[in-house]
């Protein structure tokens, strides 16, 4: 019993460590468009250096850098929604308040729990349905459609989370003998033409000033840092007892968006943010008393 209370404590403390990574490597990657470079050329550096980081891991660990499976239908289809999450949600992070953003993608357990049902015929009762289509109506608080407050670039973080929710759904189901750093190998090297393409429709790159480029490289040391966290984090704890604090990631994107880019809290954003983080306690919940 004090063996399995150890492990979920220290599994608990790795995945609030990831969520202020990523939350930090949010913040950063916002600064760098702020300053001016165009997301295609971001998504570039970004992705090229993590896929290099990633690959550096891997043959640390013994691992090979390239497997057969790699190009297997499944993982194809985790490439494609990892180039979707990541292209929406860094331009939702760019063009709009990283409050809200992040308070969007808190949904994503939410619907990764919906296609699960759908697709893999996962057993989900009304409870949980209705848990999922209440976290769905705090998206629709936090985007305020048809108000004054609605922008039209917030639908960018909505398409960010449909694209992680399904990278996260091929995760289940990629292949077994391909490890967490491979997969981080691919995920990152995905970006890099997604993002090429992307600054071409742009315009072109910018000159990187020593500022961008630092910030750029603790971004992605940063990022791939919080992916080691929570892959132990997943691995340590029981998933029932971990997974609830990845909602402290909306708690530090708060902060930080208040602190470092003086956004305002309005009553929009935090009232669905309640309701989306309640919902996804709630099945969180729900399914492990299932399970149980």
């Not at 019993?1 to 949010?26: K, Q, T, Y």
Request: aromatic share 10%; charged share 10%; net charge positive.
């Amino acid at each position: 019993m004090e063996r399995a209370m150890s492990d979920n404590l220290r599994g608990s403390l790795f995945m609030v460590l990831a969520m202020l990574g990523f939350a930090i490597e949010d913040m950063l990657l916002k600064r760098v468009a702020a300053a001016g470079m165009p997301v295609g050329e971001i998504l570039i550096f970004f992705g090229a250096g993590g896929c290099l980081l990633f690959a550096a891991l891997t043959y640390v660990q013994g691992q090979p850098i390239w497997h057969p499976a790699v190009i297997s239908p499944r993982m194809l289809a985790k490439a494609g929604f990892e180039v979707m999450g990541r292209l929406f949600y860094t331009l939702a992070i760019a063009f709009t308040a990283l409050s809200s953003a992040s308070a969007i993608l808190q949904a994503t357990p939410l619907v990764v729990v919906a296609g699960a049902a759908l697709i893999f015929g996962e057993k989900v009762g009304w409870r949980r349905w209705s848990a999922i289509l209440l976290g769905l109506f705090g998206v629709l608080v936090i985007l305020r459609p048809g108000l004054e407050g609605f922008t039209w670039a917030s639908l960018l973080a909505v398409l960010g989370l449909l694209g992680f929710a399904g990278r996260d759904l091929a995760t289940r189901a990629a292949p077994k003998v391909l490890t967490n750093f491979q997969l981080g190998i691919y995920g990152f090297l995905a970006m890099v033409p997604t993002g090429a393409a992307l600054l071409t429709w742009q315009g072109g790159a910018v000159m990187l000033n020593p500022m961008m480029a630092v910030q750029l490289m603790i971004a992605v040391v940063v990022g791939v840092a919080a992916y080691w966290a929570l892959t132990v984090a997943m691995r340590t704890g029981e998933v029932s007892v971990v997974t609830p604090f990845r909602y402290t990631r909306l708690v530090f994107a708060l902060v930080l968006g208040v602190v470092v880019f003086g956004e305002r809290l309005d009553a929009a954003t935090m009232i669905g943010s309640a309701i989306v983080v309640s919902a996804g306690l709630y099945t969180l919940v729900r399914t492990r008393r299932v399970a149980g």
